[in-house]
T-cell receptor
Framework: SQTIHQWPATLVQPVGSPLSLECTVE??????LYWYRQAAGRGLQLLFY??????ISSEVPQNLSASRPQDRQFILSSKKLLLSDSGFYLC???????????FGQGTRLTVV | GESVGLHLPTLSVQEGDNSIINCAYS??????FIWYKQESGKGPQFIID?????DKRQGQRVTVLLNKTVKHLSLQIAATQPGDSAVYFC????????????FGKGTSLLVTP
């Protein structure tokens, strides 16, 4: 079965500091990969998705960026965090040709 | 814009009762729907899915009903247990939209003893 590994589980960062969240996939190759953000009491907002190495699509303009340096590695970054970047970040993957996503356990980011 | 939404943000049921969580969607091009369960502080977990060529699908203690006429989706949980307490999301995959699912806001299910 496919597994998403995501770390760290929680992170507290000061405003203006950089960010790097890493996500890796096990159990499949060439997956589609996604970064979602979830605000408290809200649904999941798609931030980025990737269909292959070096291929990133952004869904919303923001202070964040994503990269996919390897097939099973997906990174969410920021050069300077804002207070509004606080939230629960989820990495997800899906198999080729199948829309259902499998999720990591998430990272709770608090920008102070 | 078109979106997936839920009728009720919270639902409280007694242990042993059946639960029904509803979801309305507005994109008539959606051809695939999924229900996810998210426990506090964790990532969503797949529960059950249904394609638009079906109107009902059953799993273990769960049933998903799809009414394309009124663009309504429901998740029924039989004999609800305390472990079912979580937030439930419906998600759609509009045909031809690409790869990512579109999620609703979620319904919080609280099971009381």
């Amino acid at each position: 079965s496919q597994t998403i590994h995501q770390w760290p589980a929680t992170l507290v960062q000061p405003v203006g500091s950089p960010l790097s969240l890493e996500c890796t996939v096990e159990g499949t190759s060439n997956p589609n990969l996604y970064w979602y953000r979830q605000a408290a009491g809200r649904g999941l907002q798609l931030l980025f998705y990737s269909v292959g190495i070096g291929q990133i699509s952004s869904e919303v303009p923001q202070n964040l960026s994503a990269s996919r340096p390897q097939d099973r590695q997906f990174i969410l970054s920021s050069k300077k965090l804002l207070l509004s970047d606080s939230g629960f970040y989820l990495c997800a993957g899906s198999l080729r040709g199948r829309p259902e996503a499998f999720f990591g356990q998430g990272t709770r980011l608090t920008v102070v | 814009g078109e979106s997936v939404g839920l009728h009720l943000p919270t639902l409280s049921v007694q242990e042993g009762d059946n639960s029904i969580i509803n979801c309305a969607y507005s994109n008539s091009a959606s051809d695939y729907f999924i229900w996810y369960k998210q426990e506090s502080g964790k990532g969503p977990q797949f529960i059950i899915d249904i394609r638009s060529n079906m109107d009902k699908r059953q799993g273990q203690r769960v049933t998903v009903l799809l009414n394309k006429t009124v663009k309504h989706l429901s998740l029924q949980i039989a004999a609800t247990q305390p472990g079912d307490s979580a937030v439930y999301f419906c998600a759609e995959n509009p045909l031809g939209s690409g790869y990512a699912l579109n999620f609703g806001k979620g319904t919080s299910l609280l099971v009381t003893p």
